[in-house]
């Protein structure tokens, strides 16, 4: 988390990351709940690459924080924030949903499957333990 001498959130870097509108775009689906790099690229309709370095410069600047459930890290806003910071994030979150309904939209119809492996058949002679032990693909 980027911090000032006096160990305060840098607004100078919460100001760039926010200055950005696919970051601008991921912290407005953030603001209806925690969500996974899965869902925000499907959402989003960007590789999982770029929404994974969008959020780092989210969570650096300290406006997102995270929490693992098994394999996938879900993200969400900060509600230790400063008042300030979190007013405008409230005020962005409705423009990005006015801006772009979309974006809520493909979120809204997401399978709740998305993050999670399909089970397929096993080939010849592997253990079906195997299948469960697998991290999940990522790609389509």
Not at 34 to 62: F, N, Y
Not at 82 to 105: C, K, W, Y
Not at 132 to 138: A, E, G, L, M, V
Request: charged share 20%.
């Amino acid at each position: 988390m980027q911090t000032t001498s006096a160990g305060k959130i840098n607004r100078i870097w919460v100001a760039k990351a926010l200055g950005d509108q696919t970051r601008a775009r991921i912290v407005g689906l953030l603001g209806v709940r925690a969500l996974c790099v899965c869902e925000l690229k499907v959402a989003l309709s960007l590789s999982q690459a770029t929404v994974s370095d969008h959020l780092r410069v989210l969570v650096e600047a300290g406006l997102l924080m995270t929490s693992k459930r098994s394999y996938w890290t879900l993200y969400t806003i900060r509600d230790d924030l400063p008042s300030g910071i979190l007013g405008f994030m409230s005020l962005l979150t409705a423009q990005v949903h006015a801006e772009f309904p979309d974006d809520r939209n493909r979120l809204t119809d997401t399978p709740a499957f998305v993050c999670n492996v399909i089970a397929k058949p096993m080939p010849a002679g592997r253990h079906q333990a195997e299948q469960h032990s697998r991290k999940p693909s990522t790609s389509k």
